[in-house]
T-cell receptor
């Protein structure tokens, strides 16, 4: 009940296209859903996060869509750029105990020029 | 500069030789965690700490120890390393929900190889 399932494992998108990464969780007590971005040789860094009081959150070209009934959330990257090439991790936790956070398995995104 | 530092960045050791990976943060964060990153498995939490002298197991604690004697430091100890602990390790810190943010700040990583 603690798993967060992420797909696809890898993704290739043309420059200017839309990149979509999906995650599903099991624990209905989770109420904090961040996405982290990791470049080679670096630690992950927070990209965007959502709480279930809203169904969508947008920051620039990055959007999280959240479906509470389906227990799914996704990251959309609009107008994908080569600089977006990185590994993306979704995660889930309870806001009140966010030190106990479960990460997805990661998606390696490559944007072709 | 606000940051999480880890040392060493790279380490090759042999089975059974005790080692410590240090982690330090200068942001006065309450929460600190250790993760290991393995291909296809993502980030898995090893241990976390909610404050000084308060630690708890994550999802993969076997073979590891931690201590939190000071707020800024959270070392990871491998008493008797084995080859299956070969991995990329990350330390992270966060302010915590009580201070309005659960954003985790990650260190640069420590690549450990156990022969």
């Amino acid at each position: 009940q603690q798993q967060v399932k992420q797909s696809p494992q890898s993704l290739i998108v043309q420059k200017g296209g839309i990149s979509i990464i999906n995650c599903a969780y099991e624990n209905t007590a989770f109420d904090y859903f961040p996405w982290y971005q990791q470049f080679p040789g670096k630690g992950p860094a927070l990209l965007i996060a959502i709480r279930p009081d809203v169904s969508e959150k947008k920051e620039g070209r990055f959007t999280i869509s959240f479906n509470k009934s389906a227990k799914q959330f996704s990251l959309h990257i609009m107008d994908s750029q080569p600089g977006d090439s990185a590994t993306y991790f979704c995660a889930a936790s309870r806001w009140s105990s966010a030190s106990k956070i479960i990460f997805g398995s990661g998606t390696r995104l490559s944007i072709r020029p | 500069e606000a940051q999480v530092t880890q040392n060493p960045r790279y380490l090759i050791t042999v089975t059974g030789k005790k080692l410590t990976v240090t982690c330090s943060q200068n942001m006065n964060h309450e929460y600190m965690s250790w993760y290991r990153q393995d291909p296809g498995l993502g980030l898995r939490q090893i241990y976390y700490s909610m404050n000084v002298e308060v630690t708890d197991k994550g999802d993969v604690p076997e073979g590891y120890k931690v201590s939190r004697k000071e707020k800024r430091n959270f070392p990871l100890i491998l008493e008797s390393p084995s080859p299956n602990q070969t991995s990329l390790y990350f330390c992270a810190s966060s302010r915590g929900p009580g201070q309005g943010s659960n954003e985790q700040f990650f260190g640069p990583g420590t690549r450990l190889t156990v022969l």
